[in-house]
């Protein structure tokens, strides 16, 4: 059962509650090119992408997120670090939300001018929290990162918010060690009712970077926790979204469009399944239908262990037999690819 947490409402939409688990990415083109980071947001909106974040080192740079909102109808998030005059250069430009640790930029009179400003236009602030940034006395207290030692450090910021009682606060505890970042997300569940934006930091690249970040987020997801998520890829943000979308759609959360189910083949297969189930995936992109599709590499794994599925193909001698609902309707030769996609087309 989902842990209920405040709504926090994020430019044309919200998270937490019984909001759906909204996915997000970063943008990685320099802050610079005005143009490059304007077309990697629209591929990233083409995507899926729910959230966008832009990194503004300075208040000069705060022309990209109106550069941004212009090209793009999805909100748009400054990521700040230590400059409070970034923050309300930001939030002048339109900007949906900041993310900033409140301790991080100077004074209490700062963090006060920061949290007025985002009060008075509706803007949230995401306090990040991650392994790598722990306040030293937080750390010499510890000794090292730990889970109570993320949770201190994230509900001390939170502190300094709430002492200008500001609280359209999402939280991330971030860490690069999965197991004392699932820990640290559940101890911080148990403290406050803010919404957590969930993600293992530095999770590596694509391959491992997947794994990591299938077990940390789905894990906390099977459990409850979370309301907003990024998967942490060093590879094409666009990348991150896909998985963002394929952990929730594995964790039990509703994902539009239709899941690609395949087998991992043996001695029997007579078709090129991991091919084929390549090809219909990267077809069926874009695709709004709510189906599972199955390419299996044989008769003994296809209707039988694929009944759940919609449609599917069972590999015989290059060909394939074609079923539906677990029957068997006929066998496809030549073009397996197209003739699959295009009886999924005649499904409602």
Do not use: W
Not at 119 to 125: D, S, V
Not at 179 to 195: F, T
Not at 226 to 232: A, K, M, P
Not at 234 to 247: L, S
Request: hydrophobic share 40%; aromatic share 4%; with cysteine.
């Amino acid at each position: 059962m989902r842990k209920k947490t405040r709504v926090v409402k994020i430019g044309n939409m919200a998270i937490g509650g019984d909001c759906p688990i909204a996915v997000q990415s970063m943008l990685n083109v320099p802050v610079s090119d005005v143009q490059g980071n304007v077309e990697q947001a629209k591929r990233l909106e083409s995507a899926g992408c729910q959230l966008i974040r832009v990194t503004v080192p300075t208040a000069q740079d705060a022309g990209i997120v109106a550069a941004l909102k212009q090209a793009v109808h999805v909100p748009i998030v400054a990521d700040i670090h230590f400059d409070y005059r970034a923050a309300l250069a930001c939030v002048d430009a339109g900007v949906d939300k900041i993310r900033i640790n409140p301790g991080n930029i100077g004074s209490d009179e700062r963090v006060g001018l920061v949290a007025q400003a985002c009060k008075e236009h509706g803007i949230p602030i995401r306090i990040g929290v991650n392994g790598g940034s722990l306040e030293k006395d937080i750390l010499a207290k510890y000794g090292k990162v730990t889970p109570e030692a993320l949770v201190e450090s994230a509900m001390y910021h939170v502190s300094l918010l709430e002492k200008h009682d500001f609280h359209d606060i999402v939280i991330s505890i971030k860490s690069s060690n999965v197991p004392v970042m699932m820990q640290a997300y559940r101890l911080l569940s148990e403290q406050c009712d803010y919404p957590l934006h969930i993600g293992v930091t530095e999770a590596g690249t694509y391959r491992m970077g997947l794994i990591k970040s299938a077990m940390g987020i789905g894990g906390l997801l099977m459990e409850g926790i979370g309301d907003t998520l990024r998967v942490s890829l060093t590879d094409d943000p666009e990348k991150e979204v896909q998985a963002g979308y394929d952990i929730l759609r594995a964790a039990g959360h509703f994902v539009a469009g239709p899941e690609v189910i395949s087998c991992p083949t043996c001695g029997r297969t007579n078709i090129a399944v991991a091919q084929i189930a390549d090809e219909v995936e990267r077809r069926l992109r874009g695709c709004k239908k709510q189906l599972k599709v199955a390419v299996m590499g044989c008769v003994v794994n296809g209707p039988g262990e694929a009944k759940e599925a919609d449609i599917g193909i069972a590999g015989g001698k290059d060909c394939a037999m074609l079923f539906v609902k677990g029957k068997q309707i006929r066998m496809l030769q030549g073009d397996i690819v197209g003739q699959l996609c295009a009886e999924i087309e005649k499904l409602v």
